[in-house]
Nanobody, 117 residues
Framework: QVQLVESGGGLVHAGGSLRLSCAFS????????MGWYRQAPGKQRDLVAS???????NYADSVKGRFTISRDNGKNTVDLQMNSLEPEDTAVYFC???????????WGKGTLVTVSS
């Protein structure tokens, strides 16, 4: 069984930075595509960024150039460095682990990011 625990959310002013971390517990971390999703009030949950084991990354257009996703396959963690934050980035951010074989999805409980203008 996989468990994901996010940390690092909080309140920041526009233009500021935050770093989110996700700790993966379970086996075979390397075979999962890891991702960060976000959900603002009244909106659907959308992909922010994802990374696979060879470190290939994918970003939503709205965060390209501002956010960076990284993973440490030795520590079983995935981070999201968020720079130049905007009020529109305010949302609950969820860590996701996706395995193609199954397929199977795991979710963390989320961490709130609030960007004030």
């Amino acid at each position: 069984q996989v468990q994901l625990v996010e940390s690092g959310g909080g309140l920041v002013h526009a233009g500021g930075s935050l770093r989110l971390s996700c700790a993966f517990s379970g086996s075979s971390f390397g075979i999962y595509r890891m991702g960060w999703y976000r959900q603002a009030p009244g909106k659907q949950r959308d992909l922010v960024a994802s990374i696979i084991s060879d470190k290939s990354t994918n970003y939503a257009d709205s965060v390209k150039g501002r956010f960076t996703i990284s993973r440490d396959n030795g520590k079983n963690t995935v981070d999201l460095q968020m720079n130049s934050l905007e009020p529109e980035d305010t949302a609950v951010y969820f860590c996701n682990a996706y395995r193609l074989l199954g397929p199977i999805n795991y979710w963390g409980k989320g961490t709130l990011v609030t960007v004030s203008s």
